[in-house]
């Protein structure tokens, strides 16, 4: 019998490009995949293509710049979601990633998948390897310790919590690209709704636009909604208090970056404050310039 994953995306940006690259990642042997959509807002609304469009155009032609503009040059719609296989599900839109995901959990989840990944949609993927490499135990993990220092892990490590790059001197994790194994989230389900508005002090609920505070140095400002990563604290917190964060391991010691994929950061690959840091840490992926 074949081993299950979910894969389940946070739907608010819709790039065309993102939904299309996950759905050519390779399949891993003895896997099969199953693609949903918690949807926060319709992606056929024109604010979503709109909004974005001035801020491209102000932010230069480099390559993280370049994968913006491939992502935004086109929204998907209702429709191509159905196409490609993707289960599209429209959910109360108050508070983003955690709370869209035991959405989730509480419509679909009855303890039947192997794996589950969720994901924000505003990533980049850089290859089609990640789930053979990750589900087929490939790739080198890293666990962090009690100061976040990342320490290796053999290669057949039996995780039960997976996230991308490390965030510096923390445990907490980013909750924008999460593997979750079904051992932990038959027991987080239990817990998944509380955790996911822990300490949040920001409902967008009947909001359709992104929260853009763009200063004249082209920076976005994402101070309105810093509450929206308390949840990310309240989960390590569970974890430690369930014997799992041993078990919590990062796919790569670079914040955002990984061999697979860049995490967005508010929609866009690119920002002014880690441009550097971004680039320097694909250069130790894949050779830039």
Not at 232 to 257: A, C, H, Q
Request: glycine share 6%; charged share 30%.
């Amino acid at each position: 019998m074949n081993k299950r994953l979910a894969v389940v995306l946070g739907g608010w940006h819709y790039p065309y490009v993102y939904y299309k690259q996950m759905k050519e990642q390779k399949v891993p042997d003895g896997w099969e995949i199953d693609y949903y959509v918690v949807s926060h807002r319709d992606p056929e609304l024109p604010i979503v293509f709109d909004e974005k469009q001035p801020l491209l155009e102000s932010r230069g032609d480099g390559l993280l710049q370049s994968f913006d503009k491939e992502l935004y040059g086109r929204i998907i719609t209702k429709q191509e979601l159905s196409d490609m296989g993707f289960i599209y599900d429209v959910e109360k839109s108050s508070i983003g990633d955690l709370y869209q995901l035991n959405q989730w959990v509480k419509r679909h989840y009855i303890g039947q998948y192997d794996k589950v990944l969720f994901t924000h949609d505003d990533n980049y993927l850089l290859n089609d390897e990640m789930f053979v490499d990750i589900l087929e135990k490939k790739v080198q993990l890293f666990v962090p310790d009690n100061k976040g220092v990342l320490n290796e892990v053999s290669l057949d490590f039996d995780w039960k919590h997976l996230a991308g790059g490390q965030i510096e001197n923390t445990l907490v994790p980013r909750t924008s690209f999460t593997f979750i194994d079904r051992e932990l989230l038959d027991k987080l389900m239990l817990d998944l709704e509380r955790i996911s508005t822990a300490d949040v002090d920001l409902d967008r609920t009947g909001k359709t636009d992104t929260l853009y505070d763009v200063s004249d140095d082209k920076q976005v400002s994402t101070s309105a909604l810093v509450s929206w990563n308390s949840p990310g604290r309240s989960f390590v917190t569970w974890m430690k208090n369930n014997e799992y964060i041993d078990k919590s391991v990062r796919l790569s010691p670079y914040y955002r970056v990984t061999k697979y994929f860049i995490e967005g950061e508010r929609g866009f690959v690119w920002t002014y404050r880690d441009e550097t840091r971004t680039l320097n840490s694909l250069s130790n992926y894949y050779k830039l310039g």
